[in-house]
């Protein structure tokens, strides 16, 4: 893949600057930040362009956002790397108008991917249904337009997948009307769906309905926090959109309540009392009283909402939220002698993830905690000089997905951000 000469510069940038500032950080910089446009993103012969995760051949909607985000800043100053991002932006919509339910999808229809018991595509690698996946091309289109100025990825097809999105969300706010089922056989419970692949009972809240988490993992209560948090937010964005380029109000208006019905859920099922933190947002309820009271280190998470621009770090119920969630008190939050930060089930216990601990440098007000955060990071990719997926915060030579191209991402960003807020000056 040839790197657009904008990313060429700002990468020598990037590690000028650590060399001089930080040198444990200086040697991952230039390949973090480069790691997704070298060996995820793909040109196809039809001149279009596929983003893979890494090891898996597939594009997730929400990784595929995620991974080129930290790009955006720098498209308009640069042609190829607009033609790059303006081609995967449309290529997401494509996806989500081909079946919204699914997560992940193959470069042509060629049938390959998981054989559940779903409704099947060719198109579609998986289709665990995820409330992000569907909020990441909207936050990535709002991004590059508002970044950029420019306008012409608003097509046809984009705003046919707004309506799409829109469509499906109202649909799921009330999940016993909805058609969609996923079962998946000889595998951990955590990849299917009980009650005949329609998940466990939930009660109309507002709020939408998600089958699956960001971490691909099952919901144990259908309405997940986070995911609803950002699909509020991308509701805004859609009716922005909506209404200042496609010029509709209608649809305006329709987002617009969507996205206050969800915001209403949310504040009325979303929130529950801890004895030790306060006021805190559950990571999933059900609407009947039940709680799932945890985080998980994929994101969107609850420690990530100011990253995802739902609330600021000082609002009081995610300051409460975020003490529980980088605690003993959250199930996964783990330490060990080299780190300590939000793990998942997803991954081996006691792991914890280079996602949750650069996510906790994003949403930081402290010098401090952000520090005590990029020690633990230079010093756990075991000499590889990229971000994993997970590892053993006592023996981080031993960890999953050496090559994870979102975490490689999220972290670029991480050191971008810090250098344009002189943040090593400081």
Known sequence: MEIPEILKKRVDELEKYYRIHCQALAPLAAQCFLNTMETTVRRLADGTYFVITGDIPAMWLRDSAAQVRPYVKYAKEDDRLQEILESIIAKQADFVCIDPYANAFNECANGMGHKDDTVLNDHVWERKYEVDSLCAPLYLGYLYWKTTGIDRIFTKRYCEMIRVILHLFTTEQDHGKSSYFFQRDNCPDTDTLPNRGRGNAVRVTGMTWSGFRPSDDRCDYGYLIPSNMMAAKAMCFAAEIAREYYKSKELAAKCEALAKEIQEGIREYGITEHPEFGRIYAYETDGFGNYNLMDDANSP??????????????????????????????????????????????????????????????????????????????????????????????????????????????????????????????
């Open 301 to 426: 998470s609850l420690l990530s909402m100011p990253y995802l621009g739902y609330c600021g770090r000082e609002d009081p119920i995610y300051r409460n939220t975020r003490r529980f969630v980088l605690s003993d008190a959250n199930p996964f939050y783990f330490k060990g002698n080299k780190a300590q930060g939000m793990g998942s089930p997803h991954t081996p216990e006691g792991y914890v993830w280079h996602i949750g601990i650069i996510m906790q440098a994003l949403t930081s007000g402290s010098r401090q905690e952000i520090l005590e955060c990029l020690y633990m990071l230079a010093g756990t990719h075991a000499g590889t000089n990229y971000m994993h997926e997970s590892f053993d915060p006592s023996a981080p030579e031993k960890y999953s997905r050496p090559w994870f191209a979102w975490a490689n991402s999220l972290f670029a960003e991480l050191l971008d951000k810090l250098m344009d807020e002189n943040f090593w000056e400081g």
